[in-house]
């Protein structure tokens, strides 16, 4: 059982950044496809980007791309996304997500989920 958390969310002015992180529990976690996920109010969740378990392939949703960086550092269980140039659309709760298998965009193909991190963008 893979337990994740997130944290980094918070409130940040059109045109900043923020940086979250995604801890996982298992010291097996290198072996895990990592992706990231928003859920505006009042709009389905959807994809933001993935990382593959060796971090060599990473994947984006075109509305992120370019701004938007996912990494990770597998000697400290932790999945990254660097937000840069934040827009008041990007304003969600960022959910991280894993699963055993290749990368996804999918979010019913992951098994394991974090409770989310609030981020919002003022205009």
């Known amino acids: 059982q893979v337990q994740l958390v997130e944290s980094g969310g918070g409130l940040v002015q059109a045109g900043g950044s923020l940086r979250l992180s995604c801890a996982a529990s298992?010291?097996?976690?290198?072996?895990?496809?990592v992706g990231w996920f928003r859920r505006a109010s009042g709009k389905e969740r959807e994809f933001v980007a993935a990382i593959s378990f060796s971090g060599t392939t990473t994947y984006y949703a075109s509305s992120v791309k370019g701004r938007f960086t996912i990494s990770r550092d597998n000697a400290k269980n932790t999945v990254f996304l660097q937000m840069n140039s934040l827009k008041p659309e990007d304003t969600a709760v960022y959910y991280c997500a894993a699963r055993w298998e290749g990368y996804s965009d999918r979010s019913y193909e992951y098994n394991y989920w974090g409770q989310g991190t609030q981020v919002t963008v003022s205009s």
């Open positions: 298992e010291r097996t976690f290198s072996s895990y496809a």
